[in-house]
């Protein structure tokens, strides 16, 4: 499942691009980038949305910077960064060592907010990664991020897939949807009538059809 997400994500992000973007985007986003959006990313927020790779940023010298990972949601510009510490070692020098505390000035001076995981943190002490993501969003954005982070990437899905039809839907919907059995899309679907964030739309003793509840436009729009 997250390979499909991922490179729809991708794809969509190739049309739209060009030149030296595309090339980096296609070269330059590799292992250690795709490891941070499977391990880290997806399971602390449950989607790529927003999010942006090797996003490309105009200086103050007609040149660009390159962000292995932006989050472009307004208000707020939030610059993810990968370091692998053997690379960094390994090829710094004191005009790279400089660049690199220019760019990052500059990236603050307009905006941005800075956040860097090293490389052995994403492999080793996932969790705190993830939580440290989620503490980011939930500061900026508001307590709303809250109830939206706690769900399950496949629970996101069914929500997404809730909006786009804007009808009641029936559980086996969701098993074609998610390709699993009905008995896991009925608890999948269980949960989120909890947080009434979908609601029964017909059925009492078992129920048939299920609809958006009140909270859920609040959350995913």
Not at 6 to 32: F, I, M, P
Not at 35 to 42: G, P, R, S, V
Not at 69 to 81: M, T
Not at 213 to 218: H, L, Y
Request: glycine share 6%; with cysteine.
């Amino acid at each position: 499942m997250f390979l499909d997400i991922y490179e729809s994500w991708l794809d969509r992000q190739k049309k739209n691009l060009t030149g030296e973007a595309l090339r980096r985007l296609n070269e330059g986003h590799a292992h250690n980038e795709k490891l941070f959006a499977q391990d880290i990313w997806l399971p602390a927020v449950g989607s790529l949305d927003y999010l942006h790779a090797e996003y490309e940023v105009t200086n103050y010298r007609d040149g660009v910077f390159y962000l292995d990972f932006a989050y472009i949601r307004p208000p707020y510009f939030i610059n993810w960064e990968v370091d692998d510490f053997s690379s960094h070692a390994k090829n710094m020098t004191r005009r790279s060592f400089e660049y690199e505390r220019e760019r990052q000035n500059q990236l603050m001076l307009d905006g941005w907010h800075i956040y860097r995981f090293p490389l052995d943190a994403i492999k080793e002490k996932p969790r705190r990664c993830q939580q440290l993501i989620q503490q980011v969003l939930g500061i900026l954005y508001g307590g709303g991020m809250t109830t939206d982070l706690k769900l399950s990437l496949k629970q996101r899905e069914i929500l997404r897939f809730a909006i786009r039809l804007q009808r009641p839907f029936m559980p086996q919907e969701i098993c074609d949807l998610l390709s699993i059995k009905g008995q896991h899309a009925r608890k999948l679907l269980h949960e989120l009538v909890q947080s009434k964030l979908l609601l029964p739309a017909s059925g009492s003793d078992r129920i048939r059809t299920y609809i958006l509840g009140p909270e859920a436009m609040q959350h995913y729009k």
